[in-house]
């Protein structure tokens, strides 16, 4: 009954600890999510007019009416009129406020989506963000319409893919099932022996079925789901200690298998804030010399100078300036401020609130008074630029935008870009700086700024130079990545900036080694067919005449140069290519991806098809960033780390606070830590199990067994205390370059369970043998030993004899409950110590863990359970042995015991040192028996290595066929928030 019972309480155990863990979970989601689902909002209805409602009353079609102050968005709405500044971190994990304007009119009857094109997210504002500032229009009223409630907007998308992720086809999880049915069928087979034995002897069939159902209780461990269970929890406090969130347990032992880490650029490899290194401007069709900043702080007033003041997104919140740092370092180099209170601007017969900007304090006596910014066409990662529509304080209106330089020169006028434009680019990008292109143009009077289109805004532009921005690496980017190279993790640059930017700053990160060349892949799908063509080429050595005077010691000063050994290269592609690519040259593609380092241009749904691309090719893939245009990848990769100051959002598994890279290799070893706890917790809840079992079908063969405190002590006492406190050992502070196993199945593993279930079957049968070999044995009199060393032979006459179901001990009224025997406290003494032994076998310390005897409590546990056991073993309490079912046994055979146990000991740590965790050995097998890896991108290796045409170098590959398909869709995750190539409108 005893026994019973505790099974019951370490089920209810392991279903608690399961439940709890997803109760946190959902606790912390529900957190993430319920601010927004129950707020007051203005509703304008047809016919009930203006009204407050709860926001789960709000359906889509309804017209919201936002006011001034703070508030939570309820749903997804697009705004009809007015301006917003919104937060979106809680879905991003971007800080940064984002600019929504309204929907622009039009006059053709196409969907707003396909009128608006990749810019249509500009106007939407997003369930669960934060508005914290409204601009109102002529009649001083923000309006949105609602679009999508619950569920169906873009957070209820996110939050969905949390409760219900992505399977992740990882082996542990699958071989754990099969881990189970094995012990099930192990359990069968114990069954048809226990039936067979007891049913031979003549046992009653009740007697026989409850014997039967014991093998099952004892082969299929009961503590083991809530072992696993605490594993996680303790690595996720770990985490959390450490600044780093989860939001998806199941994906701390994937992080153990992490291969390949795509990298953001901007502000995840490089310094958030970017600092103004200077502006080169241009006239005529020629670039001026350059202004550098602060030398030449002084700029004279110009177009150039009014683009820096009036093309950006800033705002000024709580009274300092907020937004994208690039613009606020731009901004502040001009000395201007944004005169926040300067309410409504007359334009023509309407009214609009509009920003002003006017000369600081130390700014240079300018011509104006002011410029008022009047329409913004807001930053799109797609499109590549921003605009604004400003005008003077009695001047004309005028257009200013910036953008990537390749995209700005496009639209402007050919007579105005300066024929050296790409060298010069060139010359810049290629030292590391981050290059922004100026244009404008003026507009004509008489038509409204919120009526032209973004297409008649920006097109006929005047080039007026590049703004040439600092973007330094972060302190700890080169370490980190240095760590992980030398771990044998892959690193990988995603970033949509310039390519020459990216592949320069890859360089001097260490992702690129100087003596390594860098091959530019460049596809192109020829224009109004289904042709394309891919080509190979070096990418160009700067080879551009010294431009002013660059400090040669700084980092970003470094010259690139490109070694010719062969075998060393690294791919880079830009977004347009790589689409071009995956369409139309897909047998290429995984070819590519085996050596493709830099990815520069690349949009937000390029990003997650292009780790989706990795993941077929086996890698286990990590995805670290940390803004809005990650936030698919992030969601896709086997582990999305996201750097931003929120405890926990929605757009990743895994949330830094530090906005530091220095999380990925941490998250690294918990991962492997977690990883090879789980291992060892399998191996020791399956020998235990089979110990136990083993122990139980030796003595059925005598129709004997343990009693319930014998399995109470086993199960409780020592199986239990040590499953919660083996995963207490942290983390290896270094990361080896291999991995640990990713599957139960594998030779090491199983060949280690194997020898150990060996070594304790074979000291339970030479105990089970011996002891009835010994002089003192009695298979009817279980106080021979002890009474005839102490010559008590005449108390004997007190006990009758009555087999195994006789009067035990020297009391009368003692009732033996017929598990007294020798075999059983011989073979339950050498089981119970053989489970300590185990434990400490399996305890794996270096390379992925610490040594086991930093595990203070384990080792405590262990070295208690142990004295408890040997206290047994050599105590002679007849009160105690009569209540653990245990009889006197001499102290010679207590000490054969003993040596017994500690031959098994040393030969199983021998073994598992010299065996199973002989790395060399292991690989020699390998190499001798001609063992290969069955990932993809290994056989893909393998197979190139073998290719002496590869890579091809100077060469064009044509594709005619009009079969190809020509879907534009990318793959990856779909979410409006993030996509920006939005296709199925």
Same mark, same amino acid.
């Given at each position: 009954?005893?026994?019973?019972?505790?099974?019951?309480?370490?089920?209810?155990?392991?279903?608690?600890?399961?439940?709890?863990?997803?109760?946190?979970?959902?606790?912390?989601?529900?957190?993430?999510? =319920?601010?927004?689902?129950?707020?007051?909002?203005?509703?304008?209805?047809?016919?009930?007019?203006?009204?407050?409602?709860?926001? #789960?009353?709000?359906?889509?079609?309804?017209?919201?009416?936002?006011?001034?102050?703070?508030?939570?968005?309820?749903?997804?709405?697009?705004?009809?009129?007015?301006?917003?500044?919104?937060?979106?971190?809680?879905?991003?994990? =971007?800080?940064?406020? /984002?600019?929504?304007?309204?929907?622009?009119?039009?006059?053709?009857?196409?969907?707003?989506?396909?009128?608006?094109? =990749?810019?249509?997210?500009?106007?939407?504002?997003?369930?669960?963000?934060?508005?914290?500032?409204?601009?109102?229009?002529?009649?001083?009223?923000?309006?949105?319409?609602?679009?999508?409630?619950?569920?169906?907007?873009?957070?209820?998308?996110?939050?969905?893919?949390?409760?219900?992720?992505?399977?992740?086809?990882?082996?542990?999880?699958?071989?754990?099932?099969?881990?189970?049915?094995?012990?099930?069928?192990?359990?069968?087979?114990?069954?048809?022996?226990?039936?067979?034995?007891?049913?031979?002897?003549?046992?009653?069939?009740?007697?026989?079925?409850?014997?039967?159902?014991?093998?099952?209780?004892?082969? /299929?461990?009961?503590?083991?789901?809530?072992?696993?269970?605490?594993?996680?929890?303790?690595?996720?406090?770990?985490?959390?200690?450490?600044?780093?969130?989860?939001?998806?347990?199941?994906?701390?032992?994937?992080?153990?298998?992490?291969?390949?880490?795509?990298?953001?650029?901007?502000?995840?490899?490089?310094?958030?804030?970017?600092? +103004?290194?200077?502006?080169?401007?241009?006239?005529?069709?020629?670039?001026?010399?350059?202004?550098?900043?602060?030398?030449?702080?002084?700029?004279?007033?110009?177009?150039?100078?009014?683009?820096?003041?009036?093309?950006?997104?800033?705002?000024?919140? !709580?009274?300092?300036?907020?937004?994208?740092?690039?613009?606020?370092?731009?901004?502040?180099?001009?000395?201007?401020?944004?005169?926040?209170?300067?309410?409504?601007?007359?334009?023509?017969?309407?009214?609009?609130?509009?920003?002003?900007?006017?000369?600081?304090?130390?700014?240079?006596?300018?011509?104006?008074?002011?410029?008022?910014?009047? #329409?913004?066409?807001?930053?799109?990662?797609?499109?590549?630029?921003?605009?604004?529509?400003?005008?003077?304080?009695?001047?004309?209106?005028?257009?200013?935008?910036?953008?990537?330089?390749?995209?700005?020169?496009?639209?402007?006028?050919?007579?105005?870009?300066?024929?050296?434009? =790409?060298?010069?680019?060139?010359?810049?990008?290629?030292?590391?700086?981050?290059?922004?292109?100026?244009?404008?143009?003026?507009?004509?009077?008489?038509?409204?700024?919120?009526?032209?289109?973004?297409?008649?805004?920006?097109?006929?532009?005047?080039?007026?130079?590049?703004?040439?921005?600092?973007?330094?690496?972060?302190?700890?980017?080169?370490?980190?990545?240095?760590?992980?190279?030398?771990? #044998?993790?892959?690193? /990988?640059?995603?970033?949509?900036?310039?390519?020459?930017?990216?592949?320069?700053?890859?360089?001097?990160?260490?992702?690129?080694?100087?003596?390594?060349?860098?091959?530019?892949?460049?596809?192109?799908?020829?224009?109004?067919?289904?042709?394309?063509?891919?080509?190979?080429?070096?990418?160009?050595?700067?080879?551009?005449?010294?431009?002013?005077?660059?400090?040669?010691?700084?980092?970003?000063?470094?010259?690139?140069?490109?070694?010719?050994?062969?075998?060393?290269?690294?791919?880079?592609?830009?977004?347009?290519?790589?689409?071009?690519?995956?369409?139309?040259?897909?047998?290429?593609?995984?070819?590519?991806?085996?050596?493709?380092?830099?990815?520069?241009?690349?949009?937000?749904?390029?990003?997650?098809?292009?780790?989706?691309?990795?993941?077929?090719?086996?890698?286990?893939?990590?995805?670290?960033?940390?803004?809005?245009?990650?936030?698919?990848?992030?969601?896709?990769?086997?582990?999305?780390?996201?750097?931003?100051?929120?405890?926990?959002? /929605?757009?990743?598994?895994?949330?830094?606070?530090?906005?530091?890279?220095?999380?990925?290799?941490?998250?690294?070893? !918990?991962?492997?830590?977690? +990883?090879?706890?789980?291992?060892?917790?399998?191996?020791?809840?399956?020998?235990?199990?089979?110990?136990?079992?083993?122990?139980?079908?030796?003595?059925?063969?005598?129709?004997?067994?343990?009693?319930?405190?014998?399995?109470?002590?086993?199960?409780?006492?020592?199986?239990?205390?040590?499953?919660?406190?083996?995963?207490?050992?942290?983390?290896?502070?270094?990361?080896?370059?291999?991995?640990?196993?990713?599957?139960?199945?594998?030779?090491?593993? +199983?060949?280690?369970?194997?020898?150990?279930?060996?070594?304790? +079957?074979?000291?339970?049968?030479?105990?089970?043998?011996?002891?009835?070999?010994?002089?003192?044995?009695?298979?009817?009199?279980?106080?021979?030993?002890?009474?005839?060393?102490?010559?008590?032979?005449?108390?004997?006459?007190?006990?009758?004899?009555?087999?195994?179901?006789?009067?035990?001990?020297?009391?009368?009224?003692?009732?033996?409950?017929?598990?007294?025997?020798?075999?059983?406290?011989?073979?339950?003494?050498?089981?119970?110590?053989?489970?300590?032994?185990?434990?400490?076998?399996?305890?794996?310390?270096?390379?992925?863990?610490?040594?086991?005897?930093?595990?203070?409590?384990?080792?405590?546990?262990?070295?208690?359970?142990?004295?408890?056991?040997?206290?047994?073993?050599?105590?002679?309490?007849?009160?105690?042995?009569?209540?653990?079912?245990?009889?006197?046994?001499?102290?010679?055979?207590?000490?054969?015991?003993?040596?017994?146990?500690?031959?098994?000991?040393?030969?199983?740590?021998?073994? !598992?040192?010299?065996?199973?965790?002989?790395?060399?050995?292991?690989?020699?097998?390998?190499?001798?028996?001609?063992?290969?890896?069955?990932?993809?991108?290994?056989?893909?290796?393998?197979?190139?290595?073998?290719?002496?045409?590869?890579?091809?170098?100077? !060469?064009?590959?044509?594709?005619?066929?009009?079969?190809?398909?020509?879907?534009?869709?990318?793959?990856? #995750?779909?979410?409006?928030?993030?996509?920006?190539?939005?296709?199925?409108?």
């Amino acid at each position: 009954m005893e026994y019973a019972a505790a099974i019951i309480i370490m089920s209810l155990l392991s279903i608690s600890l399961t439940v709890y863990d997803l109760r946190q979970q959902s606790v912390k989601l529900q957190r993430l999510v =319920e601010s927004h689902n129950s707020i007051m909002v203005t509703v304008c209805r047809n016919k009930e007019g203006f009204q407050e409602l709860e926001s #789960h009353h709000l359906v889509p079609g309804d017209m919201v009416v936002l006011k001034e102050g703070k508030a939570l968005l309820p749903c997804d709405a697009i705004l009809i009129s007015g301006q917003c500044i919104v937060n979106e971190s809680m879905l991003t994990g =971007e800080s940064i406020p /984002v600019t929504k304007t309204q929907l622009p009119q039009a006059d053709n009857l196409k969907p707003w989506k396909m009128h608006c094109a =990749e810019d249509y997210k500009k106007h939407v504002l997003f369930c669960g963000t934060e508005v914290i500032q409204t601009k109102g229009d002529d009649r001083g009223v923000v309006k949105a319409v609602v679009l999508q409630t619950g569920f169906n907007t873009a957070k209820g998308d996110l939050v969905r893919s949390i409760l219900y992720p992505k399977p992740m086809n990882f082996r542990l999880y699958r071989d754990a099932l099969r881990f189970l049915m094995c012990l099930i069928a192990f359990a069968a087979i114990g069954m048809i022996y226990t039936v067979c034995v007891f049913a031979l002897n003549g046992e009653e069939a009740g007697e026989v079925v409850k014997k039967a159902l014991d093998v099952i209780t004892i082969a /299929v461990p009961p503590a083991l789901p809530a072992a696993l269970t605490t594993g996680i929890i303790y690595t996720q406090r770990r985490l959390k200690k450490k600044g780093i969130f989860c939001i998806s347990p199941q994906r701390i032992n994937m992080c153990g298998q992490l291969n390949l880490i795509c990298f953001d650029k901007t502000g995840t490899l490089t310094e958030d804030g970017l600092d +103004l290194w200077g502006l080169l401007p241009s006239e005529g069709n020629c670039f001026q010399d350059v202004r550098r900043f602060p030398a030449d702080h002084s700029l004279p007033w110009g177009p150039a100078f009014r683009a820096m003041v009036v093309c950006h997104s800033l705002i000024v919140l !709580e009274g300092k300036i907020q937004g994208d740092p690039l613009d606020v370092k731009m901004f502040e180099a001009t000395n201007w401020v944004i005169d926040d209170s300067s309410g409504h601007q007359i334009e023509g017969q309407r009214s609009t609130h509009a920003t002003v900007i006017r000369p600081g304090p130390k700014a240079n006596t300018a011509s104006v008074e002011g410029i008022t910014i009047l #329409h913004q066409f807001p930053f799109s990662s797609a499109l590549q630029r921003m605009s604004v529509i400003a005008q003077e304080t009695g001047g004309e209106k005028q257009v200013f935008t910036k953008g990537a330089p390749e995209m700005v020169a496009t639209l402007c006028r050919a007579e105005t870009v300066p024929s050296n434009f =790409e060298s010069k680019l060139l010359f810049y990008t290629a030292q590391g700086f981050r290059v922004i292109g100026l244009a404008y143009k003026s507009l004509q009077s008489g038509k409204q700024s919120t009526d032209l289109t973004r297409e008649e805004v920006e097109s006929d532009l005047t080039f007026l130079g590049l703004l040439i921005m600092e973007n330094r690496l972060k302190r700890e980017t080169k370490p980190v990545l240095e760590e992980l190279s030398a771990a #044998h993790i892959r690193s /990988v640059m995603v970033t949509g900036d310039n390519i020459q930017t990216a592949v320069t700053v890859a360089k001097n990160a260490g992702m690129i080694s100087p003596t390594n060349r860098v091959i530019l892949v460049e596809a192109n799908k020829i224009p109004g067919s289904f042709s394309a063509s891919v080509t190979w080429k070096p990418l160009k050595e700067n080879k551009t005449e010294d431009d002013g005077n660059l400090d040669s010691g700084s980092q970003t000063g470094r010259r690139i140069r490109l070694a010719a050994e062969p075998g060393q290269f690294h791919f880079a592609m830009s977004g347009k290519s790589y689409q071009v690519v995956a369409q139309y040259f897909s047998h290429l593609l995984p070819k590519l991806l085996l050596n493709a380092t830099v990815f520069a241009r690349m949009s937000p749904s390029q990003k997650s098809s292009l780790v989706e691309e990795f993941q077929k090719l086996d890698y286990f893939v990590g995805m670290c960033g940390d803004g809005a245009n990650d936030c698919g990848a992030l969601k896709v990769a086997h582990a999305g780390i996201s750097l931003s100051e929120q405890e926990a959002s /929605v757009a990743s598994p895994f949330t830094s606070r530090t906005p530091s890279i220095a999380c990925v290799p941490e998250l690294i070893r !918990e991962g492997r830590a977690a +990883l090879v706890t789980s291992f060892c917790m399998f191996k020791y809840m399956a020998l235990y199990s089979t110990i136990q079992y083993l122990g139980v079908l030796l003595l059925y063969w005598q129709l004997n067994s343990f009693g319930n405190y014998q399995f109470l002590f086993q199960d409780l006492a020592i199986t239990t205390v040590i499953g919660m406190t083996m995963s207490f050992t942290e983390a290896y502070p270094k990361l080896v370059p291999y991995r640990p196993p990713s599957q139960l199945v594998s030779p090491p593993l +199983l060949l280690s369970v194997i020898l150990n279930i060996l070594f304790s +079957l074979g000291m339970q049968i030479l105990g089970f043998l011996m002891v009835q070999k010994q002089p003192w044995y009695s298979k009817t009199d279980i106080h021979s030993a002890c009474l005839s060393v102490n010559n008590h032979v005449e108390n004997s006459s007190s006990a009758s004899s009555l087999g195994l179901h006789g009067v035990g001990g020297g009391d009368p009224t003692e009732v033996d409950n017929g598990y007294k025997s020798y075999e059983n406290t011989t073979v339950w003494l050498l089981s119970t110590i053989n489970c300590l032994i185990i434990a400490l076998v399996f305890s794996k310390g270096k390379p992925f863990r610490q040594p086991i005897y930093t595990n203070y409590v384990f080792i405590l546990v262990l070295v208690g359970q142990l004295g408890v056991c040997l206290f047994l073993v050599f105590a002679d309490i007849d009160d105690l042995y009569s209540k653990m079912d245990l009889v006197c046994t001499p102290t010679t055979w207590r000490i054969s015991m003993v040596m017994m146990l500690a031959v098994t000991l040393a030969v199983s740590f021998l073994v !598992e040192e010299a065996i199973i965790e002989n790395r060399a050995l292991w690989l020699w097998l390998k190499k001798t028996f001609q063992y290969h890896s069955k990932s993809h991108y290994k056989r893909l290796q393998r197979v190139l290595e073998q290719d002496s045409a590869w890579p091809p170098l100077n !060469e064009t590959f044509s594709l005619d066929a009009v079969t190809v398909s020509v879907e534009e869709d990318m793959g990856g #995750h779909s979410n409006p928030t993030f996509d920006s190539n939005e296709d199925a409108l």
